[in-house]
């Protein structure tokens, strides 16, 4: 494998290396013996052991600025006007390249605050340097290109924007995330348009998801899939079974969004001509590992986790009844099923991408990838091949022809590993540090890089990127506003003052926008998604997904399974389900109860409930 990946490499390398100055000092090359040109204030990592696609050698790398210029012998001797940094006992391998992330989501399924400064760090930290979004609100386009401008520290990001989905089915079956969800129904041309003119690089479609639900999920149309294709962008799709797959093939769709788990694959399938299939073992792989079998959160591959994402992981590992029995019997039988397919397809030969579904329920940013790679070893890859999986064939396949290997005309984005990972896959998560460029950042000195570099436009992370503050739950600047909840007064008519990072205790607000709903007539759509229109403000609503407690239960505005069934509002004060009502309304709207109305602490008229 490794010779078949080094013909590649000739046949497809397009980089086009860096001049080397005049003024230099010489070495020279261990292959061949011919001297070699070393320019002054250059890097070298000198006594590294070198794995990439290629393979496996003991070597010296040069680096100026931005590229390596040269691999020579290790050891020297070193002329003056060099920087040695000597990498005895250490690896150097390429950049990792996550091919599947949402960088929007953190690993839990409930709303923790705004973490995504912590998942930029630390996916670095763990050696990820690339990441593929695909799949989360159109801020994270904007999030990739500020990263590409160096306004942002964090991984380089390719991203598609939100999901181009059915109404109820993947990533939307049972609530409708406005942020996430454009919904394809007979209209293709709009919702297209709504995602292409955001400027995503890859668009993400769902074709269909059943194996999540115990109810078959719609299908995306296949000429709705054609149309998407046409697009002429790169186009990732997903699917559970290998049936979709084949369908989505003769659509035009070349990627899988995930390795097929629903069941074994035959040998016709694995043998589809697909352009790249992404393993994703991390999306069944967590549950199992931390509820069900109670991973210490405490060990060191869940290093760099947000303090608020170990302890809502926690609470899992100590209620694991919040699953459904049935549930975490078929994710067993979904990760079995997606072992078994990643040996079979590279059996047949296809070209498998890591990625780790990062930000998926219980997948952590980039120590999720580490865990790819030890899944494609256990299913037959060998750990050079593995480490190809998440370098040289994913530089490939995004079309970077300067990433992924470590020699002359590359771009100098290395990891330093202790150990040797070509011996044990393991051993890739031991990261010591990141060559970025010619510097050599050390763990401790990464995580205390500021991710906020430069001020930019069109999304923020902070209040540094905005003239008043920033709404970290939708990322975008916002007007402040004094109190949280404050119900007159605050906001304009289109918005409501929350608290500015979504969690309920925080003193900061910003007018957050509100989603233009009518709590009068209960008109949130679609209205497949039996949500609720909650009043905010005097003249601001929201929508928010309902659940199984009816008038008189206890509920609360975390819990799902204790959400209010349509129509009606968890009592801020008893926490008590409520009808929600019209005050003015001539007719008996109640049923049981008076129509009585709420007022606003100047004694204002809002909106009724029927007690």
């Not at 269909?208 to 046409?230: G, K, S």
């Not at 509820?291 to 290093?303: R, S």
């Not at 209620?319 to 990643?342: C, F, I, M, Q, R």
């Not at 040797?420 to 890739?428: A, E, G, N, T, W």
């Amino acid at each position: 494998m490794v010779s078949m990946l080094a013909a590649l490499i000739l046949a497809c390398t397009q980089a086009e290396k860096p001049e080397v100055r005049t003024d230099t000092v010489w070495g020279s090359r261990p292959d061949t013996g011919e001297s070699f040109e070393i320019p002054r204030g250059a890097l070298v990592l000198d006594n590294a052991r070198i794995v990439d696609a290629q393979g496996v050698r003991d070597g010296a790398v040069v680096i100026e600025d931005d590229w390596i210029v040269g691999v020579l012998a290790p050891g020297g001797p070193w002329p003056g006007g060099v920087t040695v940094e000597d990498l005895d006992g250490f690896s150097v391998i390429p950049g990792l390249i996550d091919s599947h992330v949402h960088m929007a989501l953190n690993g839990v399924e409930w709303w923790v605050g705004d973490t995504l400064k912590n998942s930029l760090l630390a996916t670095m930290a763990w050696g990820v340097t690339a990441v593929v979004d695909v799949g989360g609100p159109a801020w994270t386009i904007e999030l990739a290109r500020r990263i590409g401008a160096g306004e942002v520290f964090g991984p380089r990001m390719v991203a598609s924007g939100p999901f181009l989905t059915a109404e109820g089915s993947h990533p939307c079956e049972t609530r409708n995330h406005r942020d996430v969800c454009v919904f394809v129904g007979e209209d293709v041309e709009e919702p297209l348009s709504a995602v292409t003119q955001l400027g995503p690089q890859r668009l993400k479609l769902a074709y269909a998801d059943y194996a999540f639900t115990p109810w078959q999920t719609p299908r995306l149309d296949l000429e709705a899939v054609q149309q998407i294709v046409a697009t002429g962008l790169p186009v990732v799709g997903h699917v559970a079974s290998a049936e979709d797959a084949a369908d989505l093939l003769a659509a035009g769709v070349e990627t899988l969004a995930h390795t097929p788990f629903d069941a074994p694959l035959d040998a016709r399938v694995a043998a589809l001509p697909f352009r790249s299939v992404h393993t994703t073992v991390s999306a069944f792989a967590g549950l199992q590992e931390i509820v069900v079998e109670q991973a210490d959160l405490d060990a060191p591959e869940y290093a760099h986790l947000p303090d608020e994402v170990r302890a809502s992981w926690r609470w899992l590992q100590e209620h694991p009844d919040a699953y459904d029995p049935e549930y975490l019997t078929a994710n067993s039988e979904w990760l079995g099923h997606v072992k078994t397919n990643l040996s079979i397809l590279k059996e047949a030969g296809a070209t498998v991408l890591a990625g780790s579904d990062a930000g998926y329920a219980l997948v952590a940013h980039g120590s999720g990838l580490h865990r790819e790679l030890e899944m494609l070893v256990e299913a037959g890859w060998t750990e050079v091949e593995a480490i190809a999986a998440a370098t040289w064939l994913p530089a490939q396949d995004l079309g970077w022809y300067d990433r992924g290997l470590v020699d002359a005309g590359y771009l100098s984005e290395l990891v330093v590993i202790r150990g040797d990972p070509s011996s044990d896959i393991r051993l890739s998560s031991e990261v010591e540090g990141l060559v970025l460029g010619d510097n050599l950042f050390g763990m401790e000195a990464l995580l205390d890089q500021s991710v906020w570099q430069a001020a930019g436009q069109g999304m923020c992370l902070d209040d540094r990127d905005c003239e008043e503050r920033c709404d970290r739950v939708d990322h975008v600047c916002a007007e402040a506003c004094p109190t949280p909840y404050a119900r007159i007064g605050a906001c304009d008519e289109s918005t409501w003052c929350a608290p500015r990072d979504g969690i309920s205790t925080t003193p900061v607000g910003v007018c957050h926008r509100g989603d233009g709903c009518d709590w009068r007539l209960q008109d949130c759509s679609p209205s497949s998604y039996q949500e609720t229109c909650m009043p905010a403000d005097l003249d601001t609503s929201y929508c928010w997904p309902s659940g199984p407690r009816v008038a008189g239960e206890t509920c609360d505005w975390v819990n799902p399974k204790a959400f209010c069934e349509p129509g009606l509002l968890c009592s801020w004060v008893d926490s008590i389900c409520y009808q929600i009502c019209d005050p003015q309304s001539q007719s008996d709207v109640c049923g049981v109860g008076t129509c009585l109305v709420q007022q606003v602490a100047n004694g204002q008229d809002w909106f009724g409930l029927c007690l």
